[in-house]
């Protein structure tokens, strides 16, 4: 594990958490704009408000310069300017006095947690409102309150990031992840904080295989309207993607599958997480909640799966003020790199091999046989005997590792070993 890359994708969510972001707007490009600074072939795209996108439709879009509630005393409570989540995403504008009566229903707080400042939005029905812990709710005096809230919601674009790292063919695998959640640590900016910085990773590599596309995007309507303008290429061309989501927290790992649950990203990501961290937490598709609702819906049915730290809706702290900075580790966000860089690695070295001996070949007089025999050694020829005894054209490289209990990462330079010296070929 890298901590001092984790060290740098916390410094990276450091300086987007205080942005306020939402599906559309200008806090949304301004944190791509951060993004593309670190990412420079992450290009921006514009869809414009009222484009249909299958059965939905962009939205207008929203902007938010400032919110706060006057309470009878003078005093500013759910002020934006202290925290972002004190809006309702989305809210309208509005500039009224109301009784302490009239404004309860446009409060929200959660009684379970009463330090939380809870994160509500109404993306697609006009309405107003804040968001507070249920501490400070319950000091609230009657009388007569002032509520301020300057926001536009006009024709405008939903913005988009696209970075293609080409491979040696055409074939891709996706990284999606999404920038839509205004101040949360884990389920918003982990995901495309380590996006970013797998897809440096990625032009660092002397060679690819295959291409990678990294999608940053609105959730939900982001997703689904890059489908609307790319679905035929995309099942043409994507052969395993994952989405990116909740990769920061020290907690936990987690796994859910694509809808099928049978593809090369679940077998890869099956693989990686038995070795990397064997206690995961395995979900069923019936858990879906990101993007991958979208991906694997029927009749897109792409191959897409999701790797996660704690999975979202998991861990008490989601979807409120509590996902913020502490909760997101340097360590964590390490982890969360690492499980979806063993899974590309993975994806990378499978293929199908056959052994060119009939029986097994002698490894001494080709030098790959230890003359000093150790425990160490030992292993390291009883992983080339194992292998060489399952390549038989049969199975993929990946399927042999499973079977022979073995991380596929450490196969591939014995792979690369036997081919020099004509022991196996690709099928």
Not at 81 to 109: C, F, I, T
Not at 255 to 278: E, K, M, Q
Not at 381 to 407: F, Q
Request: net charge negative; charged share 20%; with cysteine.
């Amino acid at each position: 594990m890298n901590l001092e890359l984790g060290q740098q994708m916390h410094a990276l969510c450091r300086e987007l958490f205080p942005i306020c972001r939402s599906l559309t707007g200008a806090g949304f490009r301004s944190s791509m704009d951060i993004l593309r600074r670190e990412l420079p072939a992450l290009t921006m795209h514009a869809v414009p408000s009222g484009t249909q996108a299958f059965d939905w439709t962009v939205p207008l879009e929203w902007n938010i310069r400032s919110a706060w509630i006057e309470a009878p005393d003078g005093s500013r409570i759910c002020d934006l300017a202290q925290h972002n989540l004190h809006v309702m995403g989305y809210s309208e504008p509005v500039e009224a006095e109301l009784s302490l009566e009239d404004l309860q229903p446009h409060l929200y707080s959660l009684p379970e947690q009463p330090d939380a400042i809870p994160y509500i939005t109404s993306y697609y029905s006009r309405r107003w409102g804040f968001c507070l812990t249920h501490k400070q709710r319950q000091t609230l005096q009657p009388g007569r309150y002032r509520v301020h809230i300057d926001a536009s919601l006009e024709p405008g674009v939903l913005n988009y990031g696209e970075a293609l790292i080409r491979g040696e063919t055409e074939q891709e695998v996706l990284l999606s992840s999404y920038l839509c959640h205004p101040s949360m640590a884990n389920n918003e900016l982990s995901g495309p904080v380590v996006g970013t910085y797998l897809a440096r990773w990625l032009q660092s590599l002397p060679r690819r295989r295959y291409s990678y596309r990294l999608l940053i995007v609105p959730e939900t309507i982001g997703a689904i309207t890059y489908l609307s303008r790319h679905l035929d290429a995309m099942k043409k061309n994507v052969v395993a993607g994952y989405v990116l989501s909740c990769m920061g927290d020290e907690r936990a790992y987690s796994f859910l599958p694509s809808r099928r649950g049978t593809t090369l990203a679940d077998r890869a990501a099956r693989h990686v997480l038995s070795h990397l961290a064997p206690g995961y937490g395995s979900y069923s598709f019936l858990d879906r909640g990101s993007d991958e609702r979208q991906y694997c819906s029927p009749g897109v049915d792409l191959p897409v799966a999701s790797v996660m730290r704690s999975k979202y809706a998991c861990y008490p702290e989601y979807h409120t003020s509590l996902d913020d900075l502490e909760l997101v580790t340097p360590a964590g966000l390490a982890g969360g790199f690492t499980a979806v860089q063993r899974c590309i690695e993975a994806i990378e070295a499978d293929e199908t091999l056959n052994c060119t001996t009939l029986c097994e070949p002698q490894l001494g007089k080709r030098g790959l046989y230890p003359s000093i025999s150790t425990k160490e050694s030992g292993k390291q020829v009883e992983a080339m005997m194992n292998l060489l005894a399952y390549c038989d054209g049969s199975e993929s490289l990946l399927e042999v590792a499973e079977r022979i209990g073995r991380p596929i990462w450490e196969l591939g330079p014995v792979v690369s070993q036997l081919k020099q010296h004509g022991l196996l070929v690709s099928a």
